[in-house]
C-alpha cells in the first residue's frame, strides 16, 4: 500500500514540475530542423534541464523525507523481493544462497552465456538486414536517377 502511495505521489510532482522544462522546450519547436542542433539556445536549454533535472531531485528527496516523517515510516524497509515466477519456472536448478541460506533457482553459467549469445547473434543478423536494405535503397534510388538524367540527355 505504501509502495502505490508513493508511486501516485511521485507521479502527482513529477507531473507539476514537468511543466517548466516541457513549456521551455516547446518554444525550441519553432526552429527549424537544421538549427535545432546548431545554435547557442541549445546549450542554454542543456544547462536549464540540468538545473532543473538538480532542482527536481533536491526536492524530491525533501518530500519523501517529510512524508516519512509524517507517517512515521523513518525505519521502513523494503520487503525482500522474490524471484520472477517466470525465472524460477525456467531455471533449471537451485541453488543455496551463501548470504542468506535459502534455496534460489539458478542457472549455469554455460546456458546463461548460450541465451546471450543467442540474443546477440539475432541483434547482428537484423541489423545486418537493415543495413543491406538500405544499401539496396540508395542503389535504386542512385541507378533510378541515373536512367532520368540519361533519358534527359
Not at 527549424?32 to 542543456?46: H, I, K, P, R, Y
Not at 525533501?62 to 525505519?75: M, N, V
Request: charged letters at 15%.
Amino acid at each position: 500500500m505504501l509502495n502505490q502511495t508513493l508511486l501516485f505521489l511521485i507521479i502527482s510532482t513529477f507531473r507539476t514540475l514537468a511543466l517548466p522544462p516541457n513549456a521551455f522546450s516547446v518554444s525550441f519547436m519553432s526552429l527549424q530542423a537544421g538549427l535545432l542542433f546548431d545554435n547557442g539556445g541549445t546549450v542554454f536549454f542543456s544547462v536549464f534541464m540540468s538545473l532543473w533535472a538538480v532542482t527536481f531531485l533536491e526536492y524530491w528527496k525533501r518530500t519523501c523525507s517529510a512524508l516519512s516523517h509524517r507517517w512515521d515510516c523513518h525505519d521502513f524497509q523494503d520487503i525482500e523481493e522474490r524471484p520472477r515466477p517466470e525465472f524460477t519456472a525456467m531455471a533449471p536448478m537451485t541453488m543455496r544462497n551463501p548470504v542468506t541460506g535459502a534455496e534460489e533457482p539458478y542457472f549455469p553459467e554455460t546456458k546463461r552465456f548460450n541465451r546471450t549469445v543467442t540474443g546477440c547473434m539475432v541483434i547482428i543478423i537484423m541489423v545486418s538486414l537493415l543495413i543491406i536494405n538500405v544499401i539496396q535503397l540508395f542503389t535504386f534510388i542512385i541507378l533510378k536517377c541515373q536512367s532520368s538524367f540519361d533519358y534527359l540527355h
